[in-house]
């Protein structure tokens, strides 16, 4: 970590539940409560309500980043257009001197100032928080007014914050919840709303009897898990070994090794590597199998419908899908996004260091 315990302890933070919301808590000191997640389906995030200052805005949820900003009257007036900005409340602290620069994946990069003030999200509320307002934003986000920012629920070891990191959402929030997790029942498109809840685990979203838990490794700030195995339909069984494995809410795709992608299009005569599209397509008409993964002793099946990402087009007068298992090439570690999260129920339990899985109910 590179904040320690002293900057934390130097951080007040509160928690308020509303009077109305009297079966949201099971004692006054420790909290819950179940946020409602809409899958905003041509861009494929999954976004939140957060009341953050004086605003409501919709951010992402992203387990694979550890940074909450959003769109703010900093930007330009062209880079507002569509989109909810974040007005600091009277109570907010501007963090002179301080700044950000977060870089995704993709390529791109938003940086901006840094406040401390109220968030509040279901009857969740940080008084004293920190809320990174964009200065700069690359055109991808500007474009897509379907969300305001980003809710980064990682690790506060790779906040980007500066000079100081700072403590997320979720860590400033966690020692007043009855248990310190959140879980995730995402859902496909067409399907009622997903849930993302903190302070409890739902016995109700999940088929097992209990949920397999695996560790965690946090160190380089990612919900990190290890992979043992792999099946691709009922054909190809593999024990293979990954070590850092992403369960990523800010992924849309499965991003593998290329061993494992593969086999698992070797079983699809249609598929091929197309450089023009940047990975794997196939005939949309075609059968595909279902990919299964061992976890420890757990094994999560991604159904065939979620391994089709979405059509790209006509080639040689077939219509042809983009697969949802591409190849991981030279990221550094692997990423569960989407298609995994839609299955499974997951709890991020950042009390236990460990991630609990199970099949989701529908
Ligand atoms: C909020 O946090 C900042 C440091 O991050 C601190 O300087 C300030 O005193 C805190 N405000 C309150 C009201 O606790
Ligand atoms: C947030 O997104 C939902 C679903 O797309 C939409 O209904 C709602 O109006 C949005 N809220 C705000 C504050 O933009
Ligand atoms: C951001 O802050 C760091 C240290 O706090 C400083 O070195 C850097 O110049 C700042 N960057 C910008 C763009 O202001
Ligand atoms: C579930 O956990 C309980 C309590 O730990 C245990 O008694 C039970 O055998 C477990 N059930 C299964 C199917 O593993
Ligand atoms: C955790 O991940 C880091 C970086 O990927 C690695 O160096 C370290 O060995 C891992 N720790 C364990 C216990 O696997
Ligand atoms: C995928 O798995 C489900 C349940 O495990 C099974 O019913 C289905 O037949 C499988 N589909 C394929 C194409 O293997």
Same mark, same amino acid.
């Given at each position: 970590?590179?904040?320690?315990?002293?900057?934390?302890?130097?951080?007040?933070?509160?928690?308020?539940?509303?009077?109305?919301?009297?079966? $949201?808590?099971?004692?006054?000191?420790?909290?819950?409560?179940?946020?409602?997640?809409?899958?905003?389906?041509?861009?494929?995030?999954?976004?939140?309500?957060?009341?953050?200052?004086?605003?409501?805005?919709?951010?992402?949820?992203?387990?694979?980043?550890?940074?909450?900003?959003?769109?703010?009257?900093?930007?330009?007036?062209?880079?507002?257009?569509?989109?909810?900005? *974040?007005?600091?409340?009277?109570? %907010?602290?501007?963090?002179?001197?301080?700044?950000?620069?977060?870089?995704?994946?993709?390529?791109?990069?938003?940086?901006?100032?840094? *406040?401390?003030?109220?968030?509040?999200?279901?009857?969740?509320? %940080?008084?004293?928080?920190?809320?990174?307002?964009? $200065?700069?934003?690359?055109?991808?986000?500007?474009?897509?007014?379907?969300?305001?920012?980003?809710?980064?629920?990682?690790?506060?070891?790779?906040?980007?914050?500066?000079?100081?990191?700072?403590?997320?959402?979720?860590?400033?929030?966690?020692?007043?919840?009855?248990?310190?997790?959140?879980?995730?029942?995402?859902?496909? @498109?067409?399907?009622?709303?997903?849930?993302?809840?903190?302070?409890?685990?739902?016995?109700?979203?999940?088929?097992?009897?209990?949920?397999? *838990?695996?560790?965690?490794?946090?160190?380089?700030?990612?919900?990190?898990?290890?992979?043992?195995?792999?099946?691709?339909?009922?054909?190809?069984?593999?024990?293979?070994?990954?070590?850092?494995?992403?369960?990523?809410?800010?992924?849309?795709?499965?991003?593998?090794?290329?061993?494992?992608?593969?086999?698992? *299009?070797?079983?699809?005569?249609? %598929?091929?590597?197309?450089?023009?599209?940047?990975?794997?397509?196939?005939?949309?008409? @075609?059968?595909?199998?279902?990919?299964?993964?061992?976890?420890?002793?757990?094994? %999560?099946?991604?159904?065939?419908?979620?391994?089709?990402?979405?059509?790209?087009?006509?080639?040689?007068? $077939?219509?042809?899908?983009?697969?949802?298992?591409?190849?991981?090439?030279?990221?550094?570690?692997?990423?569960?996004?989407?298609?995994?999260?839609?299955?499974?129920?997951?709890?991020?339990?950042?009390?236990?260091?460990?991630?609990?899985?199970?099949?989701?109910?529908?």
């Amino acid at each position: 970590m590179i904040w320690g315990s002293h900057v934390q302890a130097a951080l007040y933070t509160c928690i308020v539940i509303a009077l109305a919301s009297a079966e $949201e808590h099971t004692n006054k000191h420790k909290h819950r409560s179940s946020i409602e997640v809409t899958l905003v389906p041509d861009d494929e995030f999954f976004v939140v309500p957060m009341q953050i200052g004086d605003s409501t805005l919709n951010l992402s949820i992203d387990t694979g980043s550890s940074d909450l900003w959003t769109f703010s009257s900093r930007l330009s007036p062209a880079e507002q257009i569509g989109h909810n900005l *974040y007005k600091p409340s009277r109570h %907010a602290q501007h963090l002179d001197h301080y700044n950000f620069t977060t870089s995704y994946a993709e390529g791109t990069t938003v940086s901006g100032t840094v *406040y401390k003030d109220k968030i509040k999200l279901g009857s969740l509320e %940080a008084l004293n928080s920190s809320v990174q307002a964009a $200065e700069d934003v690359p055109i991808s986000f500007v474009t897509q007014t379907s969300r305001d920012g980003i809710l980064g629920l990682g690790f506060g070891n790779i906040n980007t914050v500066r000079p100081i990191p700072q403590p997320t959402f979720f860590e400033s929030i966690k020692d007043e919840l009855e248990t310190p997790v959140f879980t995730t029942a995402l859902r496909r @498109e067409g399907e009622r709303a997903g849930s993302l809840d903190f302070g409890f685990i739902d016995h109700r979203k999940y088929k097992e009897d209990n949920l397999s *838990y695996t560790p965690v490794n946090q160190s380089d700030g990612l919900w990190a898990i290890r992979l043992d195995g792999y099946t691709v339909g009922d054909l190809t069984s593999k024990q293979f070994r990954v070590e850092t494995v992403a369960v990523d809410t800010g992924t849309s795709i499965l991003m593998l090794p290329n061993q494992i992608v593969h086999d698992y *299009y070797a079983q699809i005569p249609s %598929a091929m590597n197309e450089p023009s599209m940047n990975g794997f397509i196939f005939d949309c008409d @075609e059968d595909i199998p279902n990919l299964s993964m061992k976890i420890g002793d757990y094994t %999560a099946t991604i159904p065939s419908d979620l391994m089709a990402y979405a059509k790209v087009g006509q080639l040689h007068g $077939e219509t042809k899908c983009f697969g949802s298992l591409q190849s991981q090439k030279d990221l550094g570690f692997s990423v569960l996004g989407h298609p995994f999260l839609k299955c499974q129920y997951v709890v991020f339990d950042m009390g236990g260091m460990r991630l609990g899985l199970g099949k989701q109910v529908v």
